[in-house]
């Protein structure tokens, strides 16, 4: 006790002193740790952190076992897309992943809100989250909060004070590419602030590149072809749409082997399902009922239209 009491004091006072160098106030975390500490709290307030779920199963062995039991509910994990375009798929797997923390909260009925923090860059692209698509993707629309920052310093800072405090079962930053105003150092931060309060923080990075973070884990969301809707009887119905399908890959872990798979959500369960690869070639009954023209692709074609031949003019008719 007395060498943990021993390290956990040199750690807050590392913090006060980055936020010294900084020119910025001591954090109200330490703080408020210290004071636990020399009241005696602190030893309680660590076996319930303890006793509390660290991570959360996806319910895919092969995931989870990449991931060393599920996603870290204690750190950042960063979900990225490549390309604006792809920035649904991005979202979308966050707010699943954020459903099946609500669900198993839920299970044991401490059930937190849910707070997305969009930068101003990001959601004029992104969009902005609808309740009644959250309700039918599997949230709670009551116990979703959202925050509409118009600086990204702003951000950051709203995202630090929400992990601290502890009042969110999962803050979602929402920012657009790589920031030069986010880096290795912010990341730390927002790392040590998840680490301490025991709350996850998934970094929603739109239409950015790899780069160093203090994230556990960074995953490639990418949107794939669902499949069509199943019917009561186990029959598909042709022609329709099914549960969204995405391609993810896991980009950043221990695990050095890659791990790419398709993921089904399933919104009335809250749980994701692994899939195959899709067929390239469907059966008639399979192909969608509005499929368009299907052209041949061009062969030996002239980049000019040819110059038009003589021509007859005919005399007018009145």
């Known amino acids: 006790m007395a060498q943990n009491a021993l ?9 006060e002193t980055i936020a010294k160098l900084e020119g910025k106030p001591a ?3 330490a703080a408020a740790e210290r004071e ?3 009241s005696g709290e602190t030893g309680r307030q660590d076996a319930e952190r303890n006793g509390r779920r660290q991570r959360l199963s996806f319910g895919v062995t092969s995931l989870d076992e990449a991931m060393e039991g599920g996603l870290p509910l204690d750190a950042i994990t960063e979900i990225r897309s490549t390309l604006f375009r792809d920035a649904g798929a991005a979202s979308g797997f966050a707010l699943a992943a954020a459903a099946l923390l609500q ?7 401490d059930c937190s809100p849910i707070l997305w923090i969009g930068d101003t860059v990001s959601t004029m692209e992104a969009g ?3 309740a009644v698509g959250l309700q039918d993707f599997g949230l709670r629309p009551e116990c979703f909060l959202q925050a509409l920052p118009r600086k990204l310093d702003e951000a950051l800072w709203l995202a630090e004070t929400a992990v601290e405090s502890g009042a969110f079962s999962v803050v979602i930053l929402e920012i657009r590419g790589n920031p030069a105003h986010f880096g290795l150092t912010e990341s730390r931060r927002l790392g040590l602030r998840a680490k ?3 709350r996850p923080l998934f970094l929603l990075r739109q239409a950015g590149e790899e ?10 969301a ?5 499949g069509m809707r199943a019917l009561p009887g186990g029959s598909r119905l042709a022609g329709s749409i099914g549960n969204p399908v995405f391609r993810l890959s896991l980009e950043k872990s221990r695990n050095p082997a890659p791990l790419s798979l398709l993921l089904e959500w399933n919104p009335h369960e809250r749980q994701f399902f692994p899939i195959d690869e899709p067929r390239h070639a469907l059966t008639p009954d399979e192909r969608s009922a509005y499929p368009g023209a299907q052209l041949s692709a061009s062969f030996d074609g002239q980049d000019r239209p040819q110059k038009m031949g003589p021509f007859l003019a005919f005399e007018r008719a009145s």
């Open 211 to 220: 780069e160093a973070s203090s994230a556990a884990f960074r995953l490639l």
């Open 27 to 29: 954090p109200a975390l």
């Open 222 to 226: 990418e949107p794939a072809p669902a």
């Open 7 to 15: 390290a956990r004091e040199r750690l807050f006072a590392l913090r």
């Open 103 to 109: 669900r198993v909260e839920e299970e044991t009925s």
């Open 36 to 38: 636990a500490l020399a």
């Open 128 to 130: 902005l989250p609808y």
């Open 196 to 198: 301490a309060a025991g």
